[in-house]
C-alpha cells in the first residue's frame, strides 16, 4: 500500500477526495490530510508519505511551493497537482519540480485515479530500480569481501613477500589496519564427531558476536585452519594496554556465551598491538602462540607475551597462574590466591620484566577474576569497583607495588562476592517479595525495590529469576492481578477504579495485564464470577 496526503484549504474537496475515491483498489490510504503547504511541510516530518495530491492555491504555502520544497527534500515523493481552468497556465511552471499530473478541480473524484495510477507505476519502476541496485551493490560487497578475505588470508600465511605490494593492495581494498590485533578462536568438539547442525549454529553464533562486538570497529573475521577462525580488530586507540583491556572483555564476554554449548570447547589468543598489514603474518603467528597453554586448559583466553633472552620469565606463564588464582577464589582460599599473585610479580621484579608486559599479564589475571563471577556465580553482588575502573587502575601504575595492591584488593572484593553469593539469595528474595506486598498498590519497579534492599538492580533481577523461575515484574503484575480480582467480585467495582487500587493508573493498560494472567477481561471475569455465584 502506499501512502497518501490529501492538501487543500476547502474541507468540502478534502472529504470529497478521501471518500468518493476508491484507494483501496488503487493500493494506497489516505493516512493524513493538510490544509495548507506549511501543515503539508511539517506533517512530512512524522509521516512516510509516497504520494501527495495538493491545491495549486491555498494560503500561507500554496501547492506550487510545496511541489518546489518535496523536489528538494522529498525526491521519492510524487506530487499530483489540483488546478482550476484559470489556473492551468500558471500551473505547468510546476513541470521542472517534476509533478507527476494535473487534475481539474471541477470534477476530481473521475480523474485522480488515472493520476495515482500513473504515479504508483512511477514508484513501482522506480522501487524496481532500487532493488535492482541493491542486488548489484549486495554482488559486489560479496566479491570485495571474498577479495579481501582471500587476500587476509594470504597476508596471514605469509604467502605475500612483497611488502610494498601488500601495503598497495590493502590500500585499493580499502582494508583499515591500523593499530589492530590478532585475535585467534579454536573451537573444539568434545565428542570428536564430523561438523554437525549445531556446530555449525555455534561457528555462526561466535561470528556473529564477534561482529556485533566489534562493530565500531574495523573488523574482518575469517576461517583458517579446520575449526579456528581468525578476527583482526584494527582498535583505533595507539595505547596497547587501553586496547588489549578493551579485547579481554570482549573475549570473556564471547567465552561466557560459549558456555551454552556445553559441547564446544572454545580458546581465544590475542596478539600483540600491529601497525600495518606488513605485519600480519607476525599477529596470526602471536595468536596462535598464545594458545599453547590451552592444552592444560578449557575454555580460556591468552594474551601474546614476547618470550626474549632479556624478558624470559621463569615458572608458570600468567595465565597459568591466572587460572590458578581464579581456582583458589572458587574455592574460598584468598590466602593462597594472594600468594600466588605475589609470587609471580616477585619473579617480574627481579628480572625487571618489561612495565608494559607486566601490565598485560595484570589485565589477565583481571579478566579472570571477573570472568569467574559472571561464569561461575552470575548472581554475585557487584564488586567493590568496576571491571573498567579496575583496568584503568592497571594501565596508569607507575610501579609494580600498585598493581599488586590493585589486584590484592580485586581478589578480597572476588572472595567476598562469591562468599556472599552462597549465603543470601532467599533472604533478599523474601525481602523482595514481602516490599511487593506491602506497595502493590503504588508506583513500583525493579529500581525502587533494589534501592529500598541497598542492592544493584541488575543482580537483583537475576537474583529473583534464578531462585523463582519468574521476573519481578512477573511477581509484581501477578500480585496485583489477584488482588484485583478480590475487588472485581464486588458488583459496584468499576475497571478503571480497580486498576487505580493496583496500581495501574491507564485502564487500557489495566485490561491487557490481567488478561495476560488470567486469559479473559477484567469484564469478562466479573461476568463470569456473578454468574457463579448466582449458579
Not at 587501553?242 to 561466557?256: F, H, R
Not at 559441547?263 to 600491529?274: A, E, P, T
Amino acid at each position: 500500500m502506499y501512502n497518501v496526503m490529501i492538501v487543500d484549504d476547502e474541507p468540502v474537496i478534502k472529504k470529497g477526495l478521501k471518500c468518493f475515491v476508491d484507494w483501496e483498489t488503487l493500493q494506497c490510504e489516505v493516512i493524513c490530510e493538510a490544509s495548507n503547504g506549511i501543515e503539508a511541510v511539517e506533517m512530512l516530518g512524522h509521516y512516510d508519505i509516497d504520494i501527495i495530491v495538493t491545491d495549486i492555491r491555498m494560503p500561507g504555502m500554496d501547492g506550487l511551493a510545496l511541489s518546489d520544497y518535496v523536489h528538494q527534500n522529498f525526491p521519492q515523493i510524487k506530487v499530483i497537482i489540483l488546478t482550476a481552468f484559470a489556473d492551468f497556465s500558471y500551473a505547468q511552471t510546476a513541470i521542472q519540480y517534476e509533478v507527476v499530473d494535473f487534475v481539474v478541480k471541477t470534477n476530481p473524484t473521475e480523474k485522480i485515479p488515472g493520476a495515482i495510477e500513473k504515479a504508483t507505476r512511477l514508484l513501482e519502476k522506480e522501487n524496481e530500480q532500487k532493488q535492482k541496485l541493491r542486488q548489484l551493490e549486495s554482488k559486489i560487497n560479496d566479491n570485495l569481501s571474498e577479495i579481501s578475505e582471500k587476500f587476509l588470508k594470504e597476508a596471514a600465511h605469509g604467502l605475500i613477500s612483497d611488502e610494498a605490494g601488500l601495503l598497495s593492495r590493502s590500500r585499493e581494498l580499502g582494508l583499515q589496519l591500523e593499530n589492530y590485533f590478532g585475535v585467534h578462536l579454536e573451537i573444539e568438539d568434545t565428542l570428536g564427531s564430523p561438523p554437525t547442525s549445531e556446530y555449525h549454529r555455534f561457528l555462526a553464533s561466535i561470528r556473529q558476536f564477534l561482529a556485533l562486538a566489534f562493530e565500531e570497529r574495523p573488523t574482518y573475521i575469517m576461517a583458517m585452519e579446520k575449526n579456528t577462525l581468525l578476527a583482526i580488530v584494527s582498535m583505533g586507540d595507539g595505547n596497547a594496554a587501553v586496547s588489549t583491556q578493551a579485547l579481554l572483555t570482549i573475549c570473556n564476554e564471547i567465552l561466557a556465551m560459549a558456555e551454552n554449548f556445553r559441547r564446544y570447547h572454545l580458546n581465544i589468543g590475542i596478539s600483540l598491538m600491529h601497525r600495518d598489514v606488513q605485519t600480519l603474518s607476525i599477529a596470526y603467528r602471536e595468536a596462535r602462540e598464545a594458545l599453547q597453554g590451552s592444552f592444560y586448559s578449557d575454555n580460556y583466553v591468552a594474551v601474546y607475551m614476547p618470550h626474549t633472552s632479556q624478558t624470559l620469565t621463569p615458572g608458570a606463564p600468567p595465565h597459568h597462574t591466572a587460572e590458578r588464582i581464579a581456582e583458589y577464589l572458587q574455592q574460598g582460599q584468598n590466602d593462597l590466591a594472594i600468594d600466588q599473585l605475589e609470587r609471580l610479580l616477585e619473579s617480574y621484579r627481579n628480572i625487571k620484566e618489561p612495565i608494559e608486559n607486566v601490565k598485560v599479564a595484570c589485565l589477565l589475571i583481571g579478566s579472570y577474576c571477573f570472568r569467574l563471577l559472571s561464569a561461575s556465580h552470575p548472581f554475585a553482588p557487584e564488586l567493590d569497583e568496576s571491571q573498567s575502573t579496575v583496568y584503568k587502575q592497571i594501565q596508569e601504575s607507575k610501579s609494580i607495588q600498585l598493581l599488586a595492591d590493585i589486584l590484592k584488593r580485586l581478589i578480597r572484593s572476588c572472595s567476598r562476592a562469591v562468599a556472599f553469593n552462597d549465603k543470601q539469595p532467599n533472604y533478599i528474595v523474601i525481602e523482595c517479595q514481602k516490599y511487593i506486598k506491602e506497595h502493590y498498590n503504588q508506583n513500583l519497579n525493579l529500581q525502587i525495590i533494589a534501592d529500598h534492599i541497598h542492592i544493584n538492580s541488575s543482580y537483583l533481577s537475576r537474583l529473583y529469576k534464578k531462585v523463582t523461575n519468574e521476573s519481578i515484574i512477573d511477581a509484581i503484575n501477578k500480585y496485583r492481578i489477584e488482588m484485583a480480582k478480590k475487588l472485581l467480585r464486588n458488583p459496584a467495582s468499576k475497571v478503571f477504579e480497580v486498576a487505580e487500587a493496583v496500581g495501574i493508573e491507564t485502564p487500557a493498560y489495566f485490561t491487557h495485564v490481567f488478561s495476560k494472567y488470567t486469559g479473559m477481561s477484567p469484564k469478562e471475569y466479573k461476568l463470569n464470577y456473578s454468574q457463579t455465584e448466582l449458579g
